[in-house]
């Protein structure tokens, strides 16, 4: 992690058509592309002029809490949780500094429209979208470090869902349930992680 900033978060603005994050993020506007998939607490917003793409999830139940993800060619930029009372983070970390990492990889195609995203192919009627129902295990060192254990997955799960809307994959993923691993992060192979950053390690399993 580069950096870390705390800051409020003001849910209100979320589906505005633009959103910005200055000072700590210097990119310019970043404009509202569409919800993710028929989730309408996902956002998915595309920098106007530089391309970056920005995933935020909002958790009503949870004191109001936002979970983002924003990718930049240099930087990926984590949005966590804190505490109630709308305080979050802004992890700032170097891409180059993940190592192995698969769902939050910085190489990204070119997004398509809102109307795409938010109809899921349903234009054509020969194509059946498959749900994968996914159950979630995470380490102790990730529950201690998390606030808002199924905020952050939903993050990783919208995060998911882009990636197969735009590549015109039939499937969309679903979470069925979390549980906390018996293990340190140490001792699990990360070649069959989800998710390696921040110093812990996210695995999954699935049902269809």
């Known amino acids: 992690v580069a950096s870390c900033q705390p800051f409020i978060v003001n849910p209100s603005v979320l589906g ?9 993020y ?16 996902t956002y998915f917003y595309k920098g ?41 983070v802004f992890k700032t970390i170097k891409t180059s500094s ?9 190489e990204m195609s070119s997004p398509k429209d ?6 899921e192919l349903r234009q054509n ?8 129902f996914i159950k979630f295990y995470y380490t102790q060192k990730f529950h201690e470090d998390t606030e808002n254990t199924n905020g952050f997955i939903d993050k990783v799960i919208a995060e998911l869902n882009k990636d197969l809307i735009k590549d015109e994959i039939p499937v969309r ?8 691993a018996d293990i340190e992060a140490e001792e699990m192979p990360v070649t069959e992680a989800l998710l390696v950053y921040g110093g812990f ?3 999954l399993t699935w049902t269809m």
Request: glycine residues 12%; hydrophobic residues 30%.
């Open 48 to 88: 106007r002029t530089s391309g970056d793409e920005l995933i935020l999830t909002y958790d009503d139940m949870y004191g109001g809490s936002v979970h983002g993800t924003l990718k930049t060619k240099q930087y990926l930029y984590s949005i966590e949780f804190v505490d109630v009372g709308l305080l979050h």
């Open 125 to 132: 009627n020969n194509i059946k979208i498959v749900t994968v």
């Open 16 to 24: 505005d058509r633009y959103l910005y994050l200055s000072p700590l």
């Open 114 to 119: 809102s109307s795409s995203l938010q109809l």
């Open 98 to 106: 993940l190592g192995f990492t698969r769902g939050l990889s910085p």
């Open 201 to 203: 390690r996210l695995y």
């Open 26 to 41: 210097t990119g310019g506007s970043l404009e509202l592309v569409g919800n993710v998939g028929e989730n309408n607490s």
């Open 173 to 180: 993923v679903r979470g069925l349930c979390s549980e906390r």
